[in-house]
């Protein structure tokens, strides 16, 4: 028997962190819209060229590497400035993170209703459903549904799973973390089912700077990682380093970051092993409605709102980042983007687009004259 619906007309908390898809607290004081003013015009300039359709052909041009677009961080100064303010107006703490989350779900219900777009997971080819369905993680006793996307904190989020449904005393237990164990995919239920959880769960996501995560998975997965090398590595080295396509002696441990790029270039982005697969394309935004898509910039914020909005336990809280991550830095990534070939990286984009244009994440700077500094 499928499991009866329940009301969730609670309140909600947290200001920007009630940034739903769906219910986005919209209403903020005019004197913190005031304060952030600021980056409204590039806002506006950027879901311009969103709405046009234009962005694949600015890039392609080269129009938009001088284009300054506002970023899902925030600039840190100013919001050290509006969380002291906060102490005295609730709202002004979160006022930047409110308009961009709006602006997120606006270009989202904007591109999502076009024509050629998907609209429920059923139009979706039996590929991406696949796809999909194998990313969506299900608690019945809380309902809720959390496509998770890897080099997302996804692996923290299965732990709080794992929490929740007994398999796990507590999120900090030092085991390393088997990423299929005691977890319900929504592939593994009936079609009735899925559509029930689809319609009446709570459901969620978290999205990643789409460079930053991408750079993540190159350096954990060809660094650290065997089987990786082995299997991608190998391939990767062996066809686009010039001289060692036929030499046994190939262990796939020093693949530069350029050779993956051009790998990727070379695949099809719904066939991309998941951790270098489009974010787009493994949770389907448009096919599947997210009550909420939390950001990584902000994950200890939105994922206390899910916590709360779901009603796990006090005793549940998010993992803390382990001592041995080593995060992708802004330096970092500036090097490795900077030290790519120009046409290497106008080639990139398009096939990441969708997570720049959906997920409202500026494109990278990487003009001769940014690089040089």
Not at 191 to 202: A, C, G, T, W
């Amino acid at each position: 028997m499928l499991p009866h619906r329940q009301d969730y007309g609670g309140k909600r908390t947290g200001g920007a962190r009630s940034g739903s898809v769906i219910n986005f607290r919209t209403t903020v004081s005019s004197g913190s819209v005031r304060r952030s003013s600021a980056v409204l015009p590039s806002v506006l300039t950027f879901l311009v060229i969103v709405a046009s359709g234009g962005l694949l052909l600015m890039i392609e041009k080269g129009m938009l590497n001088s284009m300054e677009t506002p970023s899902p961080r925030g600039n840190g100064k100013r919001l050290d400035f509006l969380r002291q303010a906060g102490k005295h107006s609730p709202d002004a703490a979160d006022v930047e993170s409110q308009i961009l989350q709006e602006i997120r779900n606006r270009t989202i219900k904007t591109m999502c209703s076009q024509k050629n777009m998907p609209h429920n997971i059923w139009s979706l080819t039996t590929l991406q459903r696949k796809t999909l369905l194998q990313h969506i993680l299900v608690n019945d006793e809380y309902r809720f549904l959390y496509c998770y996307i890897p080099k997302v904190a996804c692996s923290n989020w299965k732990r709080v799973l794992k929490v929740l449904s007994g398999a796990l005393e507590n999120v900090d237990v030092n085991i390393k973390m088997d990423h299929r164990s005691d977890l319900l995919f929504l592939s593994s239920l009936k079609p009735d089912e899925i559509r029930y959880r689809l319609k009446h769960y709570f459901k969620f996501m978290f999205v990643r700077e789409p460079m930053e995560r991408l750079l993540s998975a190159y350096r954990n997965k060809f660094g650290e990682i065997e089987s990786y090398q082995k299997k991608y590595g190998v391939e990767i080295i062996k066809r686009y380093r010039k001289g060692r396509a036929k030499e046994a002696s190939v262990r796939g441990d020093d693949v530069t970051f350029g050779e993956f790029v051009r790998y990727l270039l070379d695949e099809d982005v719904e066939r991309m092993n998941e951790h270098w697969m489009p974010m787009y394309n493994l949770c389907q935004p448009c096919a599947v409605t997210y009550d909420f898509i939390g950001s990584y910039e902000q994950l200890e914020n939105d994922a206390e709102f899910v916590l709360q909005r779901i009603g796990a336990p006090s005793y549940v809280h998010f993992p803390e980042r382990q001592t041995w991550y080593k995060p992708v830095t802004m330096e970092t990534l500036h090097y490795y983007l900077c030290s790519l070939p120009q046409k290497l990286l106008r080639e990139l984009l398009p096939k990441y687009i969708l997570d720049f244009s959906l997920f409202t994440y500026p494109l990278p700077n990487t003009t001769t004259q940014h690089c040089r500094h």
